[in-house]
Nanobody, 122 residues
Framework: VQLQASGGGLVQAGGSLRLSCAAS????????MGWFRQAPGKERDFVAA????????YYRDSVEGRFTISRDNAKNTVYLQMNNLGPEDTAVYYC????????????????WGQGTLVTVSS
């Protein structure tokens, strides 16, 4: 599966952005999807994950209540709605897909998009 992330940009603290990740192929609905982020000089960190059916969702603690992951299997797209953004959310955001078990570690995901930059100004 090929993934294309979009929706990043520059936003002021307290603002919102919605990231999208469009997947190619006819088997999108069989993949668990995840969002990760990587700030300059730091490791790639888990942000959120959603199971193939949408029935299981996970968030990192620091985004719980601010970010919402969702998916539309008919459109082969997963979303990350980000509200009340802060400078600490500045990073390149990546979407990832995995057909095995849903996970919160980057190494557990097989397919990756190219990333979209989110910059939050204070």
């Amino acid at each position: 599966v090929q993934l294309q992330a979009s929706g990043g940009g520059l936003v002021q603290a307290g603002g919102s952005l919605r990231l999208s990740c469009a997947a190619s192929g006819r088997t999108f609905s069989s993949y668990h999807m995840g969002w990760f982020r990587q700030a300059p000089g730091k490791e790639r960190d888990f942000v959120a994950a959603i199971s193939w059916s949408g029935g299981s969702i996970y968030y990192r603690d620091s985004v719980e209540g601010r970010f919402t992951i969702s998916r539309d299997n008919a459109k082969n797209t997963v979303y990350l709605q980000m509200n009340n953004l802060g400078p600490e959310d500045t990073a390149v955001y990546y979407c990832a897909a995995e057909s095995g078990s849903i996970g919160t570690i980057a190494a557990e995901y097989t397919y990756w998009g190219q990333g979209t930059l989110v910059t939050v100004s204070s």
